[in-house]
């Protein structure tokens, strides 16, 4: 008490001390202090390899094949200045084009057909839905071959067209699937509402339904892009020109030579994760603002 | 309510012309927009889905080679890699079962263990639980890189065991077999192991705070009640990340294309890279199409317990 009127800006840690000592009374002493323990673990296994692609990409190669030095000395951009005057930018071009167009395709597709699957009778439905599970759950290894062989069919062979008719194979049951899920949490009065009142069902869709749920096709495509993004082993087996890689596949042929120059690989990698990252935690902000869950609740 | 919908609604001037109720009746009330919605999914699906599918079963009985067409050859690409002659197809089945089920257990045990601490009223809770997730949203190739850089003669591992002087020579990890399996193993867990982490704190949150506090007044100790409450709440949940995890597990060939290449001398070279070596760079679709094929039952059986489990918590 003394502590918290003497330093207001303090009351922080009397809380904190407080939910401490309820915590030792509830799980003891020993668990909370294997808890801290635990976490500081935790954190270093996590953070660690990261923090470490960092600094190696700030490095002189003197730096890094020679003083191991841990934290470099200076700041040194030349590795991402050479990634980006060569190759690279292309390959980064060709990813955003490829998850753009791929995400498109998915969410306006799955998205209509979520909302079928939910809200309208007709025969088939259940075996679709179900459908959509099943082929959500193909891994790519069962696919990449026949695949190869479709798009080789279509004249699309190392085309960035190519990997963007593949590439819904991922995005597409995995958009309609979470769509579904959150459009069965709009309540159906609202739509049987404006259905009385002489809105046609599309109407429906497209005035109420869709507003509804923008926060939730947000979130929804960030997914989709980012596994569009993240996405290799389609890329790996139907390009294989220096102008039609994605980023993906780009990183990996750097490895190809005798040396490695490990401060242009960590830079690249830096550079790949970063959209990724933030689309991460811009669909978590949107999840834990509670936009999307229950955004229609009460 | 829904009569009154369908009166209302512009196709059912169209609707007419049918016999009024016996189309409908069998095709449900909605069947001609309904189809119209979700006919590109299907349509979308079945082109790059299904029919590929059917192509993978059909292509692993052919001889075909890139670029040129195939000659049906019944059993004799099954029976090739039962053979063994030419395609390690055994030893890749079993390193398959051995990554896979040694990285699913650690995942488990180190998914559990943090999401246990994520759910303890920690300081900066959220801070520490987005960024423990986030080896699981940067891409594989990334991981896997960075971790190629950490075991590498010039990353951290290497660098401290000159600095201290702990060996005699560095560990090449990627040359030696018995380095190399677990290395990737940890490289496999330690990407992995967020959305293990990710469940399971979503389902500790589901339970009741009740059962705790009646087992506490009960005097059951900690490790009891973890062992008592938690787990066994999070029966279901484990179960389904289990079959997931096993599933992206098992065929993800990217970060072992990375790390190791299935090296040294085939020791990390699971089914989904050898289908691809045999068929990519090996220009074999058919034989590479019938190890992919050879993944299926064990596929088939994990996606089946899924599925059921994911329509009985839907209904």
């Known amino acids: 008490m003394a502590v918290a009127t003497a330093a207001p ?188 009142d002489g809105c046609s069902r599309i109407g429906v869709l497209l005035r109420i339904v869709l507003p509804l749920s923008t926060p939730a096709i947000v979130v929804v495509a960030l997914f989709s892009f980012t596994q569009a993004w993240n996405e290799f082993l389609y890329a790996l087996v139907i390009t294989n020109s220096i102008s039609t890689r994605t980023v993906t596949v780009g990183l990996t042929q750097m490895l190809g030579e005798d040396v490695f120059y490990w401060g242009q690989m960590m830079a690249g990698a830096l550079i790949t994760a970063v959209p990724p990252v933030l689309m991460y935690i811009l669909a978590q902000r949107l999840v834990i603002k509670g936009l999307v869950v229950g955004g229609v609740k009460g | 309510m829904a009569n009154v919908a369908d009166s209302l609604a512009p196709s059912s001037a169209a609707r007419q012309v049918f016999p009024p109720r016996s189309a409908r009746h069998v095709l449900g009330a909605d069947w001609q927009l309904g189809w119209l919605l979700v006919g590109p999914v299907v349509l979308l699906v079945s082109a790059i889905i299904i029919y590929p599918f059917i192509d993978a079963i059909l292509l692993s009985f052919q001889e075909r080679f890139i670029g040129k067409s195939g000659t049906w050859v019944g059993l004799a690409n099954y029976a090739a890699l039962l053979s063994g002659d030419s395609i390690p197809w055994a030893k890749a089945a079993l390193t398959t079962l051995v990554i896979t089920g040694g990285a699913i257990a650690i995942k488990f045990v180190i998914g559990t263990a943090m999401a246990c601490v994520l759910n303890q009223d920690i300081p900066l809770r959220n801070v520490f639980r987005g960024m423990m997730l986030l080896p699981w949203a940067v891409p594989a190739v990334v991981s896997a890189y960075v971790w190629r850089f950490m075991f590498d ?94 599933i992206w597990t098992s065929a993800n060939l990217t970060p072992i294309f990375v790390l190791t290449n299935g090296g040294p001398n085939n020791a990390t070279m699971t089914l989904p890279l050898l289908s691809y070596f045999v068929a990519i760079p090996g220009h074999q679709l058919g034989a590479g199409a019938a190890i992919a094929m050879t993944m299926v039952p064990f596929y088939l059986i994990l996606v089946l317990l899924l599925t059921r489990r994911m329509l009985r918590q839907d209904s």
Not at chain 1, 38 to 44: C, D, E, G, K, Y
Not at chain 1, 156 to 164: F, R
Not at chain 2, 237 to 246: D, G, H, K, N, Y
Request: charged share 10%.
């Open chain 1, 9 to 196: 800006r303090f009351r922080w840690l009397a809380r904190r001390r407080a939910t401490i000592q309820t915590q030792r009374r509830t799980i003891g002493r020993g668990w909370v202090i294997a808890t801290y323990v635990a976490l500081v673990f935790f954190v270093l296994w996590t953070i660690v390899p990261f923090i470490w692609m960092a600094l190696a990409s700030v490095k002189t190669n003197k730096e890094i094949y020679d003083d191991f030095t841990i934290v470099p000395r200076t700041l040194y951009f030349g590795h991402y200045v050479t990634l980006m005057g060569g190759k690279f930018a292309i390959w980064l071009r060709n990813s955003a084009i490829v998850s753009i167009a791929a995400t498109t395709i998915s969410i306006s597709l799955g998205a209509l057909g979520a909302y079928a699957l939910t809200r309208l009778r007709f025969s088939g439905r259940r075996v679709v839905a179900l459908g959509l599970v099943f082929t959500y759950l193909v891994p790519q290894a069962l696919l990449f071959i026949p695949l190869f062989q479709v798009v080789a069919g279509m004249g699309l062979s190392d085309t960035l067209g190519g990997l963007i008719l593949v590439y819904p194979t991922i995005t597409l049951p995995f958009c309609t699937w979470l769509l579904m899920s959150y459009f069965k949490s709009i309540p159906v009065e609202l739509e049987d509402a404006a259905l009385i």
């Open chain 2, 153 to 246: 003669t010039t990353g951290p591992i290497n660098g401290a065991i000159a600095n201290f002087g702990l060996l005699d020579d560095y560990l090449y990890f990627f040359n030696d077999a018995r380095l190399a399996l677990p290395a990737l193993i940890m490289v496999l867990v330690w990407a992995g192991t967020p959305f293990w982490t990710l469940n399971l704190l979503a389902g500790m949150q589901a339970i009741s705070h009740e059962l705790y506090e009646a087992a506490e007044i009960d005097g059951a100790s900690t490790w009891q009640r973890f062992l008592n409450i938690t787990l066994p709440s999070l029966q279901s949940v484990i179960i389904v990340t289990a079959l997931l995890s096993t």
